[in-house]
């Protein structure tokens, strides 16, 4: 059985959105499967000296342009949310706790969530959107978010972003092939004809 | 007849090369032609307070494989040019001047400029370079520099450089598409489906 994919990612991130709403299906074509890994990019960014998108001048109005018809051109719904980037530090712990206690349950939230967020208009990063967004999914709430806040998986978070760091991922989504490195969702074309062909 | 394709870069710009490679077979296919629009990245990374890729931590190397990839992705022959970026005022000079006396002339420097630097190892920054450049592809290469070091000339760079950022050009390729902007060449998908099937 060949690795599956990994899927670097931030909640907050549209980029990342648009393509774990397309990666399953062209992993599974070639008979792979995706591990998501949560990471944080207010951290990423702290490191490599960059800024969220939209903040960047010039950049900022194509951006929020390009967010839209990048969703258009792939057949997905998005809805700019309102704020804007997002702290995400619930999400990605939550997203943890389920991973350890239910893989299939931690992908059904990881879709549900960036839904929430980047469709929905609801604001990730309230605690309470994050528990609404697991009862949804059949997760049990109140156990999962009250796991969540223990340090054995806030430890677990850090270490995570640490190794996304240490693995050279410096925006989401970040997806590598075995060991090939792709960022963002323009990529996919090209994960595709590697998957298919081999190394190119 | 339509609008043409506009088609701002800088010749320092790996993805502009890669794009101005496959941008007019596509734009023919939809009855379209292509307006080249020199600019300086130098200038318009100073506005938008960005720095060339391969200089941000962390992104350099992935920059730099992301560069060949993509190139054998697109089927166009590359080799990382050292030094790495360089300043293009020269020939982005030279091209205007060809842009005013000679338009075909001017489409076939600025494909030989781009496979100089991009593909041959040349230094584009030396003006015996472009001397070169101008003189293979038939130009009056002593008329052409000659020129290109006018006042008149370049007055019409730093226009052309302040109207690209007026109207929104932080990077390079930056294509617009009658007036919808499309940075990247991984764009080149949207604009294909733009241009066949109208706005989405």
């Known amino acids: 059985m060949p690795a599956p994919l990994e899927f670097y990612f931030d909640f907050s991130s549209?980029?990342?959105?648009?393509?774990?709403?397309?990666i399953e299906p062209l992993a599974a074509r070639h008979g792979r499967a995706v591990r998501y890994r949560p990471t944080l990019l207010g951290a990423v960014f702290r490191i490599s000296g960059q800024r969220p998108l939209t903040e960047i001048p010039v950049k900022g109005d194509y951006a929020r342009r390009d967010f839209a018809r990048s969703a258009r051109f792939a057949g997905i719904p998005f809805a700019m949310p309102e704020p804007f980037p997002i702290g995400t530090v619930t999400a990605a712990r939550a997203c943890l706790v389920l991973q350890g206690a239910d893989p299939a349950g931690a992908d059904n939230f990881i879709h549900a969530a960036f839904r929430a967020y980047f469709a929905e208009g609801r604001n990730l990063s309230d605690p309470q959107v994050v528990h609404d967004v697991l009862a949804r999914t059949g997760a049990d709430a109140d156990a999962v978010l009250e796991a969540a806040a223990t340090a054995p998986v806030k430890d677990a978070l850090k270490a995570a972003v640490d190794a996304s760091l240490?693995?050279?991922?410096?925006?989401?989504?970040?997806?590598?092939?075995?060991?090939?490195?792709?960022?963002g969702s323009d990529r996919l074309p090209q994960i595709d004809r590697w998957l298919s062909s081999g190394p190119f």
């Open 14 to 22: 549209p980029y990342a959105y648009i393509a774990s709403e397309c």
């Open 166 to 183: 240490a693995r050279g991922v410096f925006g989401t989504p970040f997806i590598f092939v075995d060991d090939e490195p792709f960022w």
